[in-house]
């Protein structure tokens, strides 16, 4: 069963650093996507960044120039480097993979890990 796994959340002042990890398990194959979201009290899930298989990344623009994706494809393990962290930052960051293989599409997403910015 896959299983994705967050972690290196926690309090940050602002315009400092943090750095998440997401570690996955199960899969036998490369996910085709990988990518990070980010849930604020009262506010919808949005995209953070995601990174394909090729290594092409995309970014929200609240967080180009500030943010960084990466990955290591034969784990399927996921980083996101957050500097120039501010209160806007804050929310819940989830993990999210996702596969296209053979016929189907599987969606995947981790439990969560808090990020709070705060003075």
């Known amino acids: 069963q896959v299983q994705l796994e967050e972690s290196g959340g926690g309090l940050v002042h602002p315009g400092g650093s943090l750095t998440l990890t997401c570690v996955t398990s199960?899969?036998?194959?490369?996910?085709?996507?990988m990518g990070w979201y980010r849930q604020a009290p009262g506010k919808q899930r949005e995209l953070v960044a995601t990174?394909?298989?090729?290594?092409?990344?995309n970014y929200a623009d609240s967080v180009k120039g500030r943010f960084t994706i990466s990955r290591v494809k034969p784990k399927n393990t996921v980083y996101l480097q957050m500097n120039s962290l501010n209160f806007e930052d804050t929310g819940v960051y989830y993990c999210?993979?996702?596969?296209?293989?053979?016929?189907?599409?599987?969606?995947?997403w981790g439990q969560g890990t808090q990020v709070t910015v705060s003075s």
């Open positions: 999210h993979a996702n596969g296209k293989w053979g016929p189907n599409d599987y969606n995947y």
């Open positions: 199960g899969s036998r194959f490369s996910f085709d996507a």
């Open positions: 990174i394909n298989s090729g290594g092409s990344s």
